[in-house]
């Protein structure tokens, strides 16, 4: 018996996930390359951070066309991140510490060197020929359609497989030949897949560019407006043919309704939309349970540009839906590159941690990691985002890490300040207000499961009152380097800093108004009225 509640169905609701990219994260072998045991290795942090669950970016089989989003066996671990059994192992060990695991689901798309794919490209009359989506060359010899790949350096989404005279669809790079999701056998061979990880045991998937699964029957071209479009865009009139289609719900609500069967796991969706009102039609209904808020990570070091966006989305979800929220992962840049460090991160680390939704830290966010800048010579990612994907920094040496002459990726700078052994005992580092922050979120219904209402203010500031039955708190986060002041209308004359950025932890506040230091953030506990 695990040590939580496995009948807790909702478990996710209330959870801070953490996000471990496996290359990255530590190395048990000496080989300069994360691996799983390396992940057991480290699950005394995680414990000690208190996150709920972690998400592990991809560990199966892959040449590396996209650093394991592009998966030659969905039934196995890669031998450079260990074996099943260290799977099994790794899901043990962590459900023991009430840790739940969270593994990256890839559907839209397999490797190109897939057994199924190898099969597929054979021959035109191959029984899998139909598995992929292949189509006659254009009028002018060219691509079947205006289609692009979602990496500028792939240019179209389409590739000429000489032996067969025919293209085949590949919304990333060509090593990833996209599925054809109206194929009911390929529809049945990735069930048999989610069931593999179900029934041994995983709590949930994160589900891959879920928005792009299904593309136009007729392969028609996207309209001229739109034709441009590598990823998703908002347009007042036209839509895309190669992603976001409606049928995409079928395919998510059989994941749901297999998710369900199972009980207590969910599914988390990578729907990169930044258009709210389309991506809230993808979650807290019958298909994912809850999904990445994308423009959440596309604003500017500013508090109602963060407050728009929040409240943008959460005006359009479905009743009682929550998106996940995420200040960095492996496809973005990190906090502290994108916004500058010091106390803006302790502000960003409060906002997280303090909204409604699921809160999700990508590793190495919790003692403010910055991306590298590997030389050109050593980029190795087709889009360029190597440098936010680097090896965690426990240590100063790079020790704690591996024990090779070279990481798989350079070090960022400012490992030697930068580390979780500097900051483990400190009480003022990051690191200290991440584990208390999200030890006071476990213990807050008002987090964990209250409403939430944004408050009028300066366009440097973002604040909102988050409530339950019996407790109320004020989150007042400070974006400028400048000190300011938030009016709060019907609240009391005075409230208790719960927890602050700064040094004001514990002392009273006064409300009329609350007066925030430069870059500071704070929780403050309101007395219920009489
Ligand atoms: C989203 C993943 O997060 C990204 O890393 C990958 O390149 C694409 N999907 C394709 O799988």
Avoid at 482 to 510: F, I, K, M, Y
Wanted: glycine letters at 8%; a negative charge; hydrophobic letters at 40%.
């Amino acid at each position: 018996m695990t040590q939580f509640e496995m009948t807790h169905q909702d478990w996710w609701r209330e959870a801070v996930i953490y996000q471990i990219y496996p290359r990255s994260f530590a190395d048990s072998g000496g080989d300069g390359i994360g691996d799983l045991p390396g992940v057991i290795g480290r699950l005394d942090h995680l414990e000690l951070l208190g996150v709920d669950a972690v998400w592990l970016s991809p560990f199966y089989p892959s040449p590396l066309a996209d650093f394991g989003y592009d998966v030659s066996d969905f039934e196995d671990v890669d031998p450079v991140y260990g074996t099943l059994a260290d799977f099994d192992e790794l899901l043990r060990r962590a459900h023991e510490r009430g840790i739940r695991v969270v593994v990256d689901l890839i559907m839209n798309h397999t490797s190109a060197e897939h057994p199924w794919f190898a099969e597929s490209r054979s021959s035109r009359t191959d029984p899998k020929r139909d598995w992929y989506i292949w189509a006659d060359p254009g009028p002018d010899g060219g691509p079947p359609n205006n289609w692009l790949s979602a990496f500028e350096k792939c240019g179209p989404a389409w590739t000429l497989d000489a032996a067969t005279g025919q293209f085949y669809l590949h919304s990333f790079t060509p090593g990833q030949p996209d599925l054809n999701w109206r194929n009911p056998e390929v529809r049945a061979a990735m069930h048999k897949v989610w069931r593999f990880w179900l029934d041994r045991g995983v709590d949930g998937f994160r589900v891959d560019v879920a928005h792009r699964l299904l593309k136009d029957a007729a392969l028609r071209d996207n309209p001229v407006e739109v034709a441009h479009a590598r990823r998703h865009v908002t347009h007042p009139e036209v839509r895309q043919r190669n992603l976001d289609l409606p049928e995409t719900q079928d395919v998510l609500r059989e994941l749901r309704s297999t998710l369900d069967s199972y009980g207590g796991r969910f599914a988390l969706g990578e729907v990169p939309i930044s258009d709210d009102r389309r991506l809230a039609a993808y979650f807290g209904g019958d298909g994912l349970n809850t999904a990445f808020h994308i423009a959440f990570w596309e604003q500017p070091w500013q508090g109602s540009a963060f407050r728009e966006v929040v409240d943008r989305l959460a005006g359009l979800a479905r009743p009682g839906a929550l998106p996940t929220y995420a200040l960095a992962t492996h496809d973005i840049s990190r906090t502290v590159t994108r916004f500058g460090g010091g106390d803006r991160l302790r502000v960003a680390a409060m906002m997280l941690l303090t909204l409604r939704g699921v809160p999700c830290v990508y590793y190495g966010e919790e003692i403010g990691m910055a991306d590298a800048q590997p030389p050109l010579d050593l980029v190795l990612d087709v889009d360029g985002r190597d440098g936010a994907r680097v090896p965690m920094q426990w240590d100063a040496t790079g020790r704690g890490f591996t024990c090779a002459e070279m990481p798989w990726l350079p070090f960022a700078d400012g490992q030697s300040q930068v580390n979780v052994a500097r900051q483990q005992d400190d009480p003022d580092s990051l690191l200290s207000l991440y584990r208390r922050l999200i030890a006071f979120r476990r213990a807050s219904a008002a987090l964990r499961s209250g409403d939430y209402r944004s408050l009028e203010t300066s366009d440097h500031v973002f604040a909102y009152l988050r409530s339950a039955p019996g407790e109320r708190l004020l989150v007042a986060l400070n974006f400028a380097p400048h000190s300011t002041s938030v009016a709060v209308p019907d609240l009391p004359l005075e409230g208790q800093v719960e927890l602050s950025t700064g040094a004001r932890s514990g002392q009273t506040a006064n409300l009329r108004p609350l007066h925030l230091a430069p870059d500071e953030g704070v929780i403050v506990r309101i007395e219920e009225g009489p």
